[in-house]
């Protein structure tokens, strides 16, 4: 079995590309395959869309601790609200436009 070198998913010796992301194999003489070409690596696009989902959960976490969605007392000072009202929106839809935009870059 060959180790990818970028997501590290394990491929058959005859692969010549891996089967989870794509990348090229290097052979066991230490030459490269050529596979797909991407735009940017796969690590990169992982890393991504592991910033997007942090963003994500923060933006979240953002709306139930200052949104009054628990029996805890929200944060009602008015500068903390108006902080909220444009932080969490932008963290939300921002997180899941980052997140879903490393699971395209992935693609290409």
């Known amino acids: 079995m060959r180790q990818c070198p970028y997501c590290g998913h394990a491929n058959l010796d005859t692969d010549t590309q891996c089967r989870k992301c794509d990348a090229a194999l290097v052979g066991a003489g230490g030459t490269v395959y050529r596979g797909r070409r991407h735009w940017i690596s796969p690590e990169t696009a992982y890393a991504v869309r592991s910033k997007g989902l942090a963003i994500l959960v923060l933006g979240l976490l953002i709306k139930v601790y200052w949104g009054g969605y628990g029996p805890w007392p ?17 963290l939300l839809y921002g997180g899941a436009a980052l997140y879903a935009m490393g699971w395209v870059l992935r693609l290409v």
Not at 74 to 90: G, I, Q
């Open 74 to 90: 929200v944060m009602d000072n008015p500068t903390l609200a108006n902080l909220r009202s444009w932080l969490e929106p932008l």
